[in-house]
């Protein structure tokens, strides 16, 4: 990976549970984003939190930022089967380079 | 608003041939991204440019790889020869300008397989 590491690598839940993905990264960042991707499409920004935040909430969705232990969470309360997807992090080092890591498969069953 | 254009969509090529993908991004963005996407793995930045001019290409095997954004604005990635390690997605993304953080946003990607 070149940066982000996600975990779980798959979630399978039933609608209305919550979901919990969590990544890791290894070097300083500026600020740590979210991305969405449906099969087959592009990716969808969901949330972005700078590096001195430590929590940032968008509707359904609670990100939890700690850079001291390079790790950040995403949690999606009451799961809908519209959320199935794949969600990416991506940490910004500066110049909005972007470092993506390798994904959760969340899979919401209704 | 609208969003970043990719095109074609799929292509299928046999190894050795050359292939030319296609974006258009969003109006009034100034800095432009290609990734690569492989089969089960997250997109890796393979070029950014900031209006016409390359920012970043460390990723880009330029042996094979080359793209260009001659106008600031339409950029187009080009792959000579192709091998078949290139099957993947290839994403174009905008923003609005690059030297702050902000948000990315994708297009739908050309799905490449090189057989």
């Known amino acids: 990976s070149q940066q982000g590491e996600e975990d779980p690598q798959a979630l399978s839940i039933q609608e209305g549970e919550n979901a919990t993905m969590n990544c890791s990264y290894k070097t300083s960042i500026n600020n740590l984003q979210w991305y969405r991707q449906n099969s087959g499409r592009g990716l969808v920004h969901l949330i972005l939190?700078?590096?001195?935040?430590r929590e940032k909430h968008s509707g359904r969705l609670r990100v939890t930022l700690d850079t001291s232990k390079k790790s950040s969470s995403l949690l999606i309360t009451a799961s809908r089967a519209a959320d199935t997807a794949s969600y990416f992090c991506a940490t910004d080092r500066g110049f909005n380079k972007f470092y993506f890591g390798s994904g959760t498969k969340l899979n919401v069953k209704p | 608003e609208a969003g970043v254009a990719q095109s074609p969509r799929y292509k299928i090529i046999e190894k050795r041939q050359s292939v030319a993908f296609w974006c258009n991004p969003i109006?009034?963005?100034?800095?432009l991204y290609w990734y690569q996407q492989i089969l089960g793995q997250g997109p890796k930045l393979l070029i950014q440019?900031?209006?016409?001019?390359?920012?970043?290409d460390s990723q880009l095997p330029k042996d094979r790889f080359s793209a260009e954004r001659l106008k600031g604005v339409d950029s187009t990635l080009k792959i000579q020869p192709a091998k078949l390690e290139d099957s993947a997605v290839y994403l174009c993304a905008s923003s609005l300008d690059g030297l702050k953080e902000e948000t990315q946003y994708f297009g739908p990607g050309t799905r490449l397989l090189v057989l």
């Open positions: 939190i700078r590096s001195n935040e």
């Open positions: 440019f900031q209006n016409n001019g390359v920012v970043d």
């Open positions: 109006s009034g963005h100034a800095t």
